[in-house]
């Protein structure tokens, strides 16, 4: 049997209620600086690459030159180690500003002071990878490989094993690739202002918006106070998020090329003073950031998915979920079901859409396949357990005389004026206000009624749903 779609990608995340992070001392926003440093790592026939650097520098929409040295090119990544490096972390140093490095493992290896220095100041050294290069037609294997090679010279060169890796030029393979090693924290992904979990493996989200590689893109920055307006509204809109209640994280990424020249410098200096002048504020680096959040909001086991669930198990669950209509959690569960359905919103979206895309005459069946209330099926104790549960919490079990008269004299004229009997969510309503709905809506014209009660059968299924994951939480 062949498998039937299903979407990877999550589109939902948090959705509107995102979790309070609970920074530390009840901070507003947590605010992380990286430094990427991937001078000497960069693409350069030196390196064993087949074509020189074109990527992130001062010279825009440079291309690559096969088979020979860039001269201009190797000079500007030069600088990054020479100088840029040196102006940031004199002036995170001296704002005391935690850093993480994302350092690529055969750049460090080429700069040994720079590494030192780094080590002397506290900071973090995440992985960046083996070499500052395209991974997007790589081979997993080959990819696989590379990244053991960049953990084994990463730790030669820094005494340790990164806890942290960052790709960057990543490949559709890369996070599950990393994943393998055990990490602390993944971040290949710009998807949250808040770390997430992707299956058992942390993400710490990274950015490329508050990012200086902006100087060295088309429609970039184009002088530091753009660069300096752009850090600060994204602080300010952040902060004020926070202080009402859902606070975030920002991330500032850094290139020592680009960010270290002076001109730049500057505008980064106030942008970081001006965030470090509110109260509220914490400083972390990206493994501060995803120990926090490993330990306030682990990794959360148990639940259900239904887009990974077998067919079998998929109907067991949901098939009687619209009465008597297996039909449309089949058609729901050979649609393109993906983490965005595995809540019981989402799954009710779904269930609903199948149910909407089927024919008029298989949604006149669904109506024709509920009971009606309070009626003859029910005196029998013949409803399904569902139907019997929802009569039950509205009352409809215990009709006075008068009631069941007056039920049964509705549900005869509402079903031979329309032809399907009274649908509505009983969950919803009182017992009284479910006999004031019954003797408004048998005066409609059946048009209007087949509409309501179609949007009464979705409520009921969605009702339905949520109870079934609450069940099996």
Same mark, same amino acid.
């Given at each position: ?9 999550? /589109?939902?995340?948090?959705? $509107? ?22 001078? =000497?790592?960069?693409?350069?026939? &030196?390196?064993?690459?087949? %074509? ?27 600088? =990054? ?6 102006? &940031? ?28 220095? /780094? ?56 996070? +599950? &690739? ?13 998807? +949250? ?7 058992? $493996?942390?993400? #710490? ?17 184009? @002088? ?17 998020? =926070? ?5 975030? /994280? ?34 972390? !680096?990206?493994?501060?950031? %995803? ?13 259900? $998915?239904?887009?990974? /669930?077998?067919?079998? !198990? ?13 039909? #449309? ?35 006149? +069946? ?20 569902? @139907? ?52 408004? *809506? ?14 009464? #059968? ?5 009702? *339905? ?9």
């Amino acid at each position: 049997m062949t498998s039937p779609p299903r979407y990877p990608r999550d /589109m939902r995340g948090y959705g $509107q209620s995102p979790p309070d992070p609970c920074w530390p001392g009840g901070a507003r926003i947590a605010v992380q600086v990286v430094v990427n440093y991937e001078e =000497g790592g960069e693409n350069n026939i &030196l390196h064993g690459d087949p %074509a020189s650097e074109a990527f992130l520098s001062e010279i825009v929409g440079a291309a690559a030159w096969p088979d020979q040295r860039h001269a201009n090119m190797e000079s500007i990544y030069e600088y =990054g180690a020479r100088v840029g490096f040196w102006r &940031l972390q004199h002036m995170l140093t001296g704002l005391r500003i935690p850093t993480t490095v994302f350092g690529v493992a055969t750049a460090l290896a080429r700069a040994p002071e720079q590494v030192q220095a /780094m080590k002397n100041a506290g900071w973090e050294i995440a992985s960046h990878g083996l070499k500052w290069i395209e991974h997007k037609d790589m081979d997993p294997a080959e990819e696989r490989a590379q990244m053991a090679e960049a953990l084994r010279l990463h730790e030669a060169v820094t005494g340790a094993r990164p806890k942290g890796w960052y790709t960057g030029r990543s490949s559709i393979n890369t996070l +599950d &690739l990393a994943a393998e090693q055990g990490f602390a924290y993944l971040a290949d992904s710009y998807a +949250d202002d808040l770390p997430y979990w992707r299956g058992e $493996q942390l993400i #710490v989200p990274y950015t490329l918006d508050a990012n200086d590689m902006r100087f060295a893109t088309p429609q970039g920055f184009n @002088s530091g106070d753009q660069f300096e307006a752009y850090l600060k509204d994204s602080f300010d809109v952040l902060y004020a998020e =926070g202080l009402a209640g859902a606070p975030k /994280m920002m991330s500032i990424g850094l290139h020592c090329r680009l960010a270290g020249r002076p001109g730049r410098a500057a505008a980064l200096k106030r942008a970081l003073e001006h965030m470090a002048g509110h109260e509220g504020v914490w400083f972390a !680096t990206r493994l501060q950031i %995803a120990e926090h959040w490993a330990q306030c909001h682990p990794r959360q086991r148990g639940g259900i $998915q239904p887009s990974a /669930m077998a067919q079998e !198990t998929f109907m067991g669950h949901f098939g009687g979920v619209y009465e008597h209509s297996p039909w #449309v959690a089949e058609a729901a569960f050979s649609a393109e079901l993906g983490p965005v359905h595995d809540t019981a919103q989402g799954l009710a979206s779904a269930m609903a859409s199948a149910f909407r895309l089927g024919n008029e005459a298989q949604r006149l +069946d669904v109506l024709k396949a509920h009971p009606d209330l309070a009626g003859k099926l029910a005196a029998a104790k013949r409803l399904t357990a569902e @139907s019997t549960s929802e009569q039950a919490s509205a009352g409809l079990d215990a009709l006075t005389e008068a009631e069941h008269a007056a039920f049964t004299t509705l549900n005869t004229a509402y079903t031979e004026k329309h032809g399907f009997p009274f649908i509505i969510a009983v969950r919803d309503h009182t017992k009284a206000g479910i006999l004031r709905a019954f003797e408004t *809506r048998v005066q409609n014209d059946t048009e209007t009624e087949f509409k309501t009660a179609t949007a009464q #059968v979705d409520r009921i299924a969605a009702l *339905r749903i949520a109870q079934i994951f609450e069940d099996l939480s």
